[in-house]
């Protein structure tokens, strides 16, 4: 499996941005996807995460209620879709890929394919 991230960029507080993770070599229609972001000096956070099926769809409580995780499995590509952006949410953002088969996980660890990752920066 490999995964493209895409999307980031420079935003203003308040502002929203889309990340898309485009996969190729196999269909994700059976793996769960996590999108996980870390800011300089930091370790590599979670985010949220979503089922094969996208029934469960777990959040970081940081990003509870601004982001929405959504997947297109005819397209392939799951995406993050982030609004009231603000400056402690910059960072590299990453998706994952966990499976086929897996329960869905917060884990990095548990997560067996990675994108190469997406700068966002919120700043005025």
């Known amino acids: 499996v490999q995964l493209q991230a895409s999307g980031g960029g420079l935003v203003q507080p308040g502002g929203s941005l889309r990340l898309s993770c485009a996969a190729s070599g196999v269909g994700l229609d059976y793996y769960a996807v996590g999108w996980f972001r870390q800011a300089p000096g930091k370790e590599r956070d979670f985010v949220a995460a979503i089922s094969p099926s996208a029934v469960i769809t777990p959040y970081a409580n940081s990003v509870k209620g601004r982001f929405t995780i959504s997947r297109d499995n005819g397209k392939n590509t799951v995406y993050l879709q982030m609004n009231s952006l603000k400056p402690e949410d910059t960072a590299v953002y990453y998706c994952?890929?966990?499976?086929?088969?897996?329960?869905?996980?917060?884990?990095?660890?548990?997560?067996?394919?990675w994108g190469q990752g997406t700068l966002v920066t919120v700043s005025s």
């Open positions: 994952a890929a966990d499976g086929p088969y897996s329960l869905i996980t917060q884990a990095p660890a548990d997560y067996d394919y």
